[in-house]
């Protein structure tokens, strides 16, 4: 991929490149403080705007190739809409459809001023900057031929803003985030046989860069710890099953508060094991980790950010593979926590792997809450779609301020029910319980398994089976795999959980 560099200046009319600038619907140009608009400019586009029919629209572009009265090569004009609009805009989304219309350039200067209303702020100019970030982002390290039209070598964009070193420090902290979606997204994407537990593991060590201490725990020692609904899940393949510890340690020294843990599951495939999936789309459970890929990601934001927080990820890392060692329906299996767990369906692996997760950490870390984000059923896709990832919760609280992070970041969750009836559907004839609860509110039963491994401590979990992969093109994500809950999670801490 090309790589994008992203700096902050005053505003000032570029020598070459792309010229970005905003109008609202009146199709003012916007002021240039002392400068002026040479008039041809000014005609140039006043006679494109009418032959192309541009109204200013919110995010509809007008591009000028070879601009009358002005140095750069190309301008591109971007609509903001009226002055109700402007102050709605999301400057994430606006980012990146500015990113989309930027086309082939090696250079781009974007000039944040103008129309009234229309937020300029530093705040605002780092998350436009993020937006393009995110936009730009493309998952080609497999093709030997690059395609054609993307722009050759660096993209340099200048974003031409009021007070430039305001921004440029906003922009220290968000490009950290913007690092953590971009490497959750390459983990999802990655393919299977590159990303399997073991190596998903040392992935999660370059963390230690960042000053995130990690600790690896592998099949013996998870063995020897008594993960044994994990490690149930990963006995048919070749690959050693693994748990990855990750600790950013950001709160000052003496502080009380408990750590807050995010827990993911990270089947790096799933072929569904001895109760095997169709061979239609199979290929998509490569993306089977998108929850630990989240959690990844988020630990390399809070540490790229120095987030003032304690915060903890931990990973189940595991390939289900049908095979003569493989798991049987019909095994029992003693988890951690001591419940017995009887396999009905080897493919309802992901909460057999987070059962030991979420114990362990509970028992270990004592956290002040636990969130969850696992792909976990392809009923969460039948109810929600791909819009929202499916919210459960025992603490209103939490899943309040999930609820909220999720208006902010755009990274939406919408609440699902829990409940003693539904509890009693995954009872078992022979054990403490069986792993599916049968057809009817597939990902229900399969959040209240999970609810039996928490116990009282605070808990969400996140079913991003339909927001994680296969994700739709939007202004800030044009690959299969969205990075889906860095940004969302980050916002929760950053809203809540973070010392002044
Ligand atoms: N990883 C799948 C869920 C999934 C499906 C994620 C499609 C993304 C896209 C999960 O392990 C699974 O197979 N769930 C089963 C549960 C069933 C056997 C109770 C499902 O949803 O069908
Ligand atoms: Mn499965
Ligand atoms: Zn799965």
């Not at 992935?203 to 690896?216: C, F, T």
């Not at 502080?255 to 094991?273: E, L, N, Q, W």
């Not at 593979?321 to 493989?326: F, L």
């Not at 792909?375 to 109810?383: D, F, N, P, S, Y």
Request: net charge neutral.
């Amino acid at each position: 991929m090309a790589r994008l560099k992203i700096d902050f200046a005053a505003p000032a009319l570029p020598k070459q490149g792309t010229l970005v600038l905003f109008v609202g619907d009146d199709l003012a140009l916007p002021a240039l403080g002392k400068a002026k608009w040479p008039a041809e400019f000014e005609a140039a586009f006043k006679k494109a705007a009418t032959a192309e029919n541009f109204k200013g629209k919110p995010k509809s572009t007008l591009v000028l190739a070879a601009p009358a009265g002005l140095d750069a090569d190309r301008v591109v004009i971007v609509g903001t809409g009226a002055v109700e609009d402007r102050a709605k805009a999301d400057p994430v989304m606006l980012g990146g459809a500015v990113m989309g219309a930027l086309g082939k350039g090696k250079a781009a200067t974007v000039l944040l001023v103008g129309p009234k209303g229309f937020n300029t702020t530093p705040d605002a100019a780092a998350n436009v900057a993020l937006g393009m970030r995110l936009r730009a982002y493309k998952f080609d390290r497999y093709k030997s031929k690059k395609d054609d039209d993307a722009p050759k070598g660096d993209l340099t964009i200048t974003l031409g803003v009021a007070d430039p070193a305001a921004a440029k420090k906003v922009w220290a902290a968000e490009s950290g985030v913007a690092d953590g979606v971009i490497l959750a997204r390459d983990l999802v994407n990655e393919p299977p046989n590159v990303l399997y537990p073991a190596e998903f593991g040392r992935r999660a060590a370059e963390l230690e860069k960042l000053g995130v201490d990690v600790e690896i725990l592998d099949g013996k020692k998870l063995e020897k710890i008594g993960m044994r609904a994990l490690l149930g899940v990963g006995q048919g393949s070749e690959r050693d099953s693994r748990v990855a510890i990750m600790r950013w340690n950001g709160a000052k020294k003496g502080s009380k508060d408990k750590p807050v843990a995010f827990i993911g599951k990270g089947v790096c495939f799933d072929t569904g094991g001895i109760s095997i999936k169709p061979a239609g789309g199979m290929e998509d459970m490569k993306g089977d980790m998108a929850g630990a890929a989240c959690v990844v990601g988020l630990m390399h934001a809070l540490a790229a950010r120095k987030a003032k927080v304690d915060a903890i990820g931990v990973i189940g890392l595991v390939e289900n593979m049908p095979d003569g060692n493989a798991q049987r329906p019909g095994d029992i299996v003693t988890s951690l926590s001591g419940q017995t767990i009887e396999i009905i369906n080897t493919d309802a692996e992901g909460r057999l792997v987070l059962a030991d997760v979420l114990w362990y950490t509970k028992d270990r870390f004592k956290p002040q809450f636990m969130i969850d984000l696992a792909t976990l059923t392809g009923a969460i896709m039948v109810a929600l779609g791909q819009e929202n990832a499916g919210l459960f919760s025992n603490n209103d609280e939490l899943a309040e301020r999930l609820i909220k992070a999720g208006l902010e970041t755009g990274e939406h969750v919408w609440r699902m029910p829990l409940g003693p009836s539904y509890d009693k559907m995954i009872d078992s004839k022979f054990a403490d319980m069986k792993n599916t609860g049968g057809r009817f509110g597939g990902s229900i039963t399969a959040a209240q398994f999970l609810k039996r491994f928490v116990e009282e401590v605070p808990w969400a979990h996140l079913d991003i089976a339909g927001t994680a992969m296969g994700s739709p093109s939007s202004d800030v994500n044009q690959s299969w795999s969205s990075g889906w809950g860095v940004r969302l999670l980050d916002r929760l801490v950053r809203d809540h959980y973070e010392a002044e």
